[in-house]
């Protein structure tokens, strides 16, 4: 069983600043991408910034400067690092990650989990 659980949303001002994390559990194998996908009321989800095990980073557009992503192989935990929030970020954030569990290890074989998810409201 892998389990994926973010933490660190809440309510923030414009302008304001927030980390998201996620960690791994359970029985791992091996971690691929990791990355964060949101979705606001009404509308699709969409991808917000993913990571790949060598580190190699891919952001939308309207994050881009803003939202850095990161990992920490050691914790099997991927972070979200955002700055100046505006009210057009809030969503519920997912956390994504392709893991090849413990009962597949020595394959290639992927499979793709998320997370519960964790509100991110930006108002003042």
């Known amino acids: 069983q892998v389990q994926l659980v973010e933490s660190g949303g809440g309510l923030v001002q414009p302008g304001g600043s927030l980390r998201l994390s996620c960690t791994a559990s359970g029985s791992i194998f091996s971690i691929y991408a990791m990355g964060w996908y949101r979705q606001a009321p009404g509308k699709q989800r969409d991808l917000v910034a993913t990571?790949?095990?060598?580190?190699?980073?891919n952001y939308a557009d309207s994050v881009k400067g803003r939202f850095t992503i990161s990992r920490d192989d050691a914790k099997n935990t991927v972070y979200l690092q955002m700055n100046s929030l505006g009210p057009e970020d809030t969503a519920l954030y997912y956390c994504?990650?392709?893991?090849?569990?413990?009962?597949?290890?020595?394959?290639?074989?992927?499979?793709?989990?998320w997370g519960q998810g964790t509100q991110v409201t930006v108002s003042s």
């Open positions: 990571i790949t095990s060598g580190g190699s980073t």
């Open positions: 994504y990650a392709e893991i090849t569990p413990t009962r597949m290890g020595g394959t290639r074989i992927k499979y793709a989990y």
